[in-house]
């Protein structure tokens, strides 16, 4: 009886822990101005965007890998129930790339795809944000029953594990830090922190200590759609990556790369990934639009909502605004987390500033208001996808605290314009959506309040058209 209290005790306590959220990284985000504008840099020019979409479905930017005979068959397995299969490779699904490295092994790692690419009405877009990763998993068991398999059947001194030790050494440092509190949100600002802390800034070679502590906390964010880019002057929902692209691109995606001469042909190849990007249009959307209430909704957009965002149509402009935290109200944690994070500095010291062409981390303390071509395909909203529709996100009294929806497939509400959703009462069930969790709250942007219904209806009717 007392060893049961004691183990409830027990678990009780761990319970509390957990649900106190240690080690929150704060800053100081007050600020004497609303927005600023960011400033435009030189980009690489020349491109050839078929060139960059063969690389990004079959590159070697990855560096490093896992043999590809090791995964064949499950390839084989998933290429068959993926909507898509590899462009390259009909063997192995979209999302996946097999590719040489320097010793002539081929390899297999997950691509850009992976968080890049997802499904709308059975078809894979490729350049929509991946709505239903899922990372709350740990993989370090995952990560060390490969390496055991690599050592029984390689061998260390095999070439097999030369072309799989440094996707070994930097994938085991990042397990721990891309754990998310929740289904369909997406740490790759954590993976790159945790990668990147493990190498030497100046050759960007693996090193068993770190440069930098990170925090515990695991923040994670939805993924922004790939056709915006364009418009932008800084990457990412913070304004944070500035200068070169092909350089920031690189970034979420040297997973395994052994070093700084591996990454110039990577950067070098991007120019062509920046052209494809570059390229890119939103899909149209897809169901009936009332052409009449979407040209009120324009105007209305027009008085409300252009100066932060734009305007579309015969007259593109984007004023590519970082808008301070005191006037947008989202939620702060995201934010706070990118100002704080040891990733700036060794950025800034690294190859990534200090070679040509120069890119640097800079934030000013504020989110980017986005440019919003596609909307409508881009659900949930804000930075930390909490808001699962168009109309609660401008109606802030509507916004579901608890919200689940069915995560296989894009289950479409043509009303709301969003996901289809069930409203919970806690944030219990597994794949719920809990705006309760630091980091994760649907408060802020609310600029729509100010509309009456049937004007919110307009505003919605002409989103459909960006
Ligand atoms: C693990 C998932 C993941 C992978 C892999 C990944 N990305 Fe991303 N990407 C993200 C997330 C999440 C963001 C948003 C981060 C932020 O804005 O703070 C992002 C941001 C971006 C942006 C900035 C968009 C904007 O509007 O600011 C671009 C461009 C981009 N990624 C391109 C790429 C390319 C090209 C690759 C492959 C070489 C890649 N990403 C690999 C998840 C990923
Ligand atoms: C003062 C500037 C400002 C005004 C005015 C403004 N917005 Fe925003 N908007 C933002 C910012 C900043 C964000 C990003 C906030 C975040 O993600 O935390 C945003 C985000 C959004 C998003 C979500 C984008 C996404 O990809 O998730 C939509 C949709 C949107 N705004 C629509 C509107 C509409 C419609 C209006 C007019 C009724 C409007 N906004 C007025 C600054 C503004």
């Known amino acids: 009886m007392k060893k049961k209290l004691f183990l409830g005790i027990g678990l009780l306590f761990l319970l509390v822990a957990c649900h106190s959220y240690k080690n929150i990284p704060t800053a100081d985000t007050s600020t004497d101005w609303k927005s600023k504008v960011i400033p435009p840099s030189p980009q690489q020019q020349g491109g050839d965007p078929e060139k960059g979409l063969q690389y990004m ?5 990855v560096g490093s890998g896992i043999p590809y005979e090791l995964f064949e068959k499950q390839g084989k397995k998933l290429a068959k129930k993926a909507p898509l299969s590899n462009n390259f490779n009909e063997d192995i699904p979209y999302f996946v790339s097999v590719f040489e490295v320097a010793n002539g092994e081929k390899v297999v790692s997950g691509n850009c795809f992976s968080c890049h690419a997802a499904t709308v009405n059975g078809e894979v877009i490729l350049g929509l944000g991946n709505y239903a990763s899922d990372f709350r998993n740990n993989l370090s068991a995952f990560g060390k029953a490969i390496k055991t398999t690599m050592r029984v059947k390689y061998g260390k001194d095999s070439p097999e594990w030369a072309a799989y030790e440094n996707f070994s050494n930097f994938f085991a440092a990042t397990t721990d830090a891309i754990e998310t509190h929740q289904v369909g949100v997406n740490p790759a600002a954590r993976l790159a922190e945790a990668c990147m802390k493990q190498r030497n800034p100046i050759d960007l070679t693996y090193s068993k200590t770190a440069f930098y502590e990170i925090d515990d906390y695991n923040i994670a964010s939805d993924v922004p759609p790939l056709w915006n880019a364009k418009k932008k002057n800084a990457l990412y929902y913070t304004g944070i990556g500035r200068g070169d692209f092909t350089k920031l691109l690189m970034q979420a995606s040297v997973l395994g790369s052994p070093d700084s001469t591996h990454a110039r042909t990577v950067q070098q190849n991007f120019v062509d990934v920046l052209a494809w990007i570059n390229q890119l249009e939103p899909p149209a959307y897809p169901y009936p639009i009332d052409k009449a209430l ?3 909704g324009k105007a209305l957009f027009e008085d409300h909502c252009s100066k932060c965002h734009g305007t579309y149509g015969e007259v593109e402009t984007y004023p590519n605004k970082v808008v301070a935290l005191s006037v947008i109200q989202t939620d702060p944690l995201y934010l706070n987390y990118a100002m704080t994070s040891g990733i700036t500095d060794w950025y800034n010291k690294s190859w990534f500033a200090t070679s040509s062409p120069h890119s640097e981390l800079r934030s000013y303390e504020g989110y980017v208001a986005p440019p919003l071509d596609g909307i409508w395909a881009t659900a949930p909203y804000l930075h930390n996808g909490a808001v699962p529709t168009l109309e ?57 309040d100010k ?11 002409y989103l459909k058209t960006l």
């Not at 919200?403 to 597994?430: A, C, M, P, T």
């Open 392 to 448: 609660d996100l401008l109606n802030s009294e509507q916004r579901p605290k608890f919200w689940q929806r069915d995560i296989s497939d894009y289950d479409f509400d043509e009303q709301k314009v969003g996901w289809k959703y069930e409203v919970k009462s806690n944030g219990s069930g597994k794949k719920t959506y809990d705006t309760t969790i630091p980091g994760y709250g649907n408060m802020g942007h609310y600029f729509g």
């Open 451 to 461: 509309l009456t219904s049937s004007e919110r209806k307009a505003v919605i009717e």
């Open 57 to 61: 479905f079959s590159g070697e930017y």
């Open 294 to 296: 979407a040209s009120e």
